[in-house]
């Protein structure tokens, strides 16, 4: 079954907590190791529908709702790293989960790194799929900048070009059903929450020592055509953070343009931690 049809198909009941009058969307099924799936900006937890039946069935996965984004409220100007955090060790708190193993995409990865940073004694494993604990570069930092003062004036056709831009070019015609999809969903994300999130995401740090400094299993995956993050950047990070590094053929969105690859990956890593 396709990406597509698991999206389509595939339903998880969604429960809620409150966290600073805001709630905080999540779903939690399975039984086994707890595996916390952080999803990317301007996604939603829907992003994990092909992985859950599978990996569910050894595991316990907690997929949440970032702030500002599914049915998750938006929660200020900037949500920060740390507030990002905050609000999934408030569901992590709730569940009363000891131990547990972070998978983040994109954003979700840099929110992964922060709860690491934050609690490393709780974190079996923490896996990176098309994200980073590099900061912004200066030129990343500009786009981020000149992407808030468009989102202001053409916020619909920004989130479509941008959507269609974390893809391999090669397939965009391939997964052509699928991007609409994601241009779709990501279109429910208020205008307010794009900002705050965009500027949470400028201002991060470096957090390179999180994965340095700490003995729990530590996976990158990384896209060879990724058009945000240069895979060639990412091997050298795994180098200096000594982590483990899987390269796929496609783009920023593995979980569509690399999904057998991801499933696979992620079992197996899984299986270590």
Not at 11 to 40: R, Y
Not at 123 to 140: F, P, V, W
Request: proline residues 2%.
């Amino acid at each position: 079954m396709s990406w597509l049809s698991k999206y389509t198909y595939f339903c998880v009941m969604q429960k809620s907590i409150t966290f600073k009058n805001t709630k905080i969307s999540f779903s939690d099924v399975g039984k086994g190791t707890a595996v916390i799936l952080l999803h990317g900006f301007l996604e939603n937890s829907t992003i994990w529908d092909s992985i859950t039946p599978e990996i569910s069935k050894k595991n316990r996965l907690i997929t949440i709702d970032l702030l500002g984004h599914g049915k998750t409220d938006c929660l200020g100007y900037v949500h920060s790293m740390d507030l990002f955090a905050e609000s999934i060790k408030a569901v992590l708190q709730h569940l009363k989960l000891r131990k547990y193993i972070l998978v983040g995409h994109s954003l979700g990865g840099y929110i992964c790194l922060t709860i690491a940073k934050m609690n490393p004694n709780k974190i079996k494993g923490l896996c990176l799929l098309n994200s980073t604990s590099n900061e912004d570069s200066s030129a990343r930092k500009k786009t981020r900048k000149r992407a808030i003062e468009m989102a202001q004036k053409n916020y619909e056709p920004l989130v479509k070009m941008s959507v269609a831009n974390l893809f391999q070019s090669d397939n965009l015609i391939r997964f052509k059903e699928e991007i609409d999809v994601v241009k779709k969903e990501a279109l429910k994300t208020p205008l307010q929450s794009y900002i705050a999130a965009q500027q949470g995401m400028l201002i991060r740090s470096n957090t390179n020592h999180v994965l340095a400094d700490n003995n729990f299993k530590k996976l990158i995956i990384a896209g060879e055509k990724d058009p945000v993050l240069d895979y060639k950047t990412s091997l050298e990070e795994a180098r200096k953070t000594t982590s483990e590094i899987v390269v796929l053929t496609g783009g920023h969105m593995s979980y569509i343009e690399n999904e057998k690859e991801v499933i696979l990956t992620l079992k197996t890593f899984l299986n270590m931690c």
